[in-house]
């Protein structure tokens, strides 16, 4: 869980230096267990302080490309953003063909293909995704599926 999460530390391991902004930006990530619109990190950091969104676009993608943040990108939308810190390791993402939302999956078998490409394989693996498409629940009832 985010909770355990060290923003402060993150950034430092990173040799990124620590401002209240990119602070700012870590936190609104680890305001819940999933991918974040920048639309919706952006009001999170507005409640306390004016920024543009420019600005954080480019920290998000700074963050993604040294490898803390993860980029989902997402079919037909804006990509998600989500953190990729040790405690939030490589996932399975749904889309909803319907409505678009996206939704993590448990990362359990991933975890170990991610564990194994680093470690007896010796490849070097940055990044590894998995994306599901299909129908969410709440359209499938829209739908009047069972
Ligand atoms: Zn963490
Ligand atoms: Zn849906
Ligand atoms: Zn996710």
């Not at 490309?65 to 989500?82: H, N, S, W, Y």
Request: glycine share 6%; hydrophobic share 35%.
């Amino acid at each position: 869980m985010s909770d355990a999460c060290d923003f402060r530390g993150l950034l430092e391991r990173h040799q990124v230096r620590v401002t209240p902004l990119r602070l700012a930006v870590l936190e609104a990530l680890g305001s819940a267990s999933r991918a974040f619109r920048v639309r919706e990190i952006l009001a999170h950091i507005r409640r306390r302080r004016r920024v543009h969104k420019v600005t954080v676009y480019r920290i998000l993608e700074d963050f993604s490309q040294r490898g803390f943040v993860r980029k989902i990108p997402v079919e037909g939308k804006a990509a998600r953003f989500e953190l990729a810190c040790e405690h939030h390791p490589p996932h399975p993402h749904f889309q909803c063909r319907a409505c678009g939302e996206v939704e993590c999956l448990e990362p359990v078998p991933l975890e170990q293909v991610w564990q194994e490409l680093r470690g007896p394989l010796g490849h070097r693996a940055d990044r590894l995704e998995i994306r599901v498409a299909g129908l969410c629940r709440r359209c499938r009832r829209a739908r009047g599926e069972p």
